[in-house]
């Protein structure tokens, strides 16, 4: 059953030199229980859509539609948006030294946030149900450590109080904003393992954003792939991996080290992200694709609906046999029409 449904999101910032569109036209739905996992380089938008979904980009120009069973997160009040942070909707941020105050024990911020949301628990239910979610993601000697402040926990521990507080109410969405970048290998595992086992204990819905294709191996169900404020492919996991549609897609996979020990040099995609001051014409990946063809110069390919779709106008069967066998291909195709 689908939980969020986001259509034709777009979301701009006005600039002294310029509007900037950092989302432009992004579609996507995340089902109850399931995990969407959200890839692309920087500033490709991911970040952007999910926080405005939340009413955290103020000041920017906002269109589309994203439906919360039934209700349209963009069109909320601010008063009501606010009653479903935390209690329908929690988020977990990149850094969680930024996003906890300084000033105030994880406890009480822990506190704070479920009596904001449930007003008739006392100070001591909310003391104990803080308690009780720092154990829940394995926060050693919790009632202690309750009393401690965001700089005198590890960088780990600080991820697992952020998580404990984003499950604290038992929302039905959690966006975790890449959760674990700032993380070594070891506690990354460990946050990842513990994100999963509380999703399938919760039946919570998961929007994982990152940039790194092996947390959304071990993490997601669908994935949808980002680049220049828009989607250009969407999957599921496995047919992402194995079979990719778009030129982008696969050249974010060829840059990732294999971990079955495949020796094949690196492949890295040239060239930079366009500015979104001026996206280019036509296909916004063309000027570092090395499919590209005359007709990407010029017009922009729409994302096809249903379970696999790419926004890209070399046929999926072209992608990965090499450009200049693709581009043959191609034209033998249109000598066949003619």
């Given at each position: 059953?689908?939980?969020?449904?986001?259509?034709?999101?777009?979301?701009?910032?006005?600039?002294?030199?310029?509007?900037?569109?950092?989302?432009?036209?992004?579609?996507?739905?995340?089902?109850?229980?399931?995990?969407?996992?959200?890839?692309?380089?920087?500033?490709?938008?991911?970040?952007?859509?999910?926080?405005?979904?939340?009413?955290?980009?103020?000041?920017a120009?906002?269109?589309?539609?994203?439906?919360?069973?039934?209700?349209?997160?963009?069109?909320?009040?601010?008063?009501?948006?606010?009653?479903?942070?935390?209690?329908?909707?929690?988020?977990?941020?990149?850094?969680?030294?930024?996003?906890?105050?300084?000033?105030?024990?994880?406890?009480?911020?822990?506190?704070?946030?479920?009596?904001?949301?449930?007003?008739?628990?006392?100070?001591?239910?909310?003391?104990?149900?803080?308690?009780?979610?720092?154990?829940?993601?394995?926060?050693?000697?919790?009632?202690?450590?309750?009393?401690?402040?965001?700089h005198?926990f590890?960088?780990?521990?600080?991820?697992?109080?952020?998580i404990?507080?984003?499950?604290?109410?038992?929302?039905?969405?959690i966006?975790?904003?890449?959760?674990?970048?700032?993380?070594?290998?070891t506690?990354?595992?460990?946050?990842?393992?513990?994100?999963?086992?509380?999703?399938?204990?919760?039946?919570?819905?998961?929007?994982?954003?990152?940039?790194?294709?092996g947390?959304?191996?071990?993490?997601?169900?669908?994935?949808?792939?980002?680049?220049?404020g828009?989607?250009?492919?969407?999957?599921?996991?496995?047919?992402?991996?194995?079979?990719?549609h778009?030129?982008?897609?696969?050249?974010?996979?060829?840059?990732?080290?294999?971990?079955?020990?495949?020796?094949?040099?690196?492949?890295?995609?040239?060239?930079?992200?366009?500015?979104?001051?001026?996206?280019?014409?036509?296909?916004?990946?063309?000027?570092?694709?090395?499919?590209?063809?005359?007709?990407?110069?010029?017009?922009?390919?729409?994302?096809?609906?249903?379970q696999?779709?790419?926004?890209?106008?070399?046929?999926?069967?072209?992608?990965?046999?090499?450009?200049?066998?693709?581009?043959?291909?191609?034209?033998?195709?249109?000598?066949?029409?003619?």
């Open positions: 059953m689908t939980l969020l449904e986001v259509q034709d999101l777009r979301v701009t910032f006005r600039t002294p030199d310029g509007d900037v569109q950092a989302v432009r036209g992004v579609t996507f739905a995340v089902e109850r229980g399931r995990t969407l996992g959200i890839v692309g380089e920087s500033g490709s938008g991911k970040s952007v859509s999910t926080q405005t979904l939340m009413g955290l980009t103020r000041g120009v906002v269109s589309g539609s994203a439906r919360f069973e039934g209700k349209d997160l963009l069109a909320l009040p601010p008063d009501q948006l606010r009653r479903l942070r935390g209690a329908e909707i929690s988020m977990i941020f990149q850094d969680p030294l930024t996003s906890l105050h300084p000033l105030y024990t994880i406890g009480w911020q822990i506190m704070e946030m479920i009596r904001i949301h449930e007003p008739s628990t006392s100070k001591e239910q909310a003391r104990k149900r803080a308690v009780e979610q720092l154990a829940l993601v394995g926060i050693p000697q919790p009632d202690q450590r309750v009393n401690d402040y965001p005198q590890s960088g780990g521990m600080r991820q697992r109080a952020m404990a507080m984003a499950l604290a109410l038992n929302p039905k969405l966006i975790a904003d890449e959760p674990t970048t700032a993380l070594d290998a506690v990354q595992a460990q946050i990842l393992d513990l994100m999963a086992r509380l999703q399938k204990e919760f039946d919570t819905a998961l929007i994982m954003i990152t940039h790194d294709l947390v959304i191996a071990d993490m997601a169900d669908d994935v949808l792939v980002m680049y220049a828009k989607p250009v492919e969407h999957a599921r996991r496995r047919e992402l991996y194995y079979a990719p778009h030129p982008y897609t696969v050249g974010l996979l060829e840059s990732v080290p294999s971990a079955t020990g495949d020796k094949t040099r690196l492949r890295p995609v040239p060239g930079q992200p366009p500015s979104l001051l001026s996206p280019p014409a036509g296909c916004s990946f063309h000027p570092r694709c090395r499919y590209v063809m005359p007709q990407c110069r010029v017009d922009e390919p729409p994302l096809p609906a249903g696999h779709g790419s926004a890209c106008w070399l046929p999926s069967d072209l992608v990965g046999i090499g450009p200049e066998v693709a581009a043959r291909r191609q034209e033998a195709s249109r000598a066949q029409r003619d």
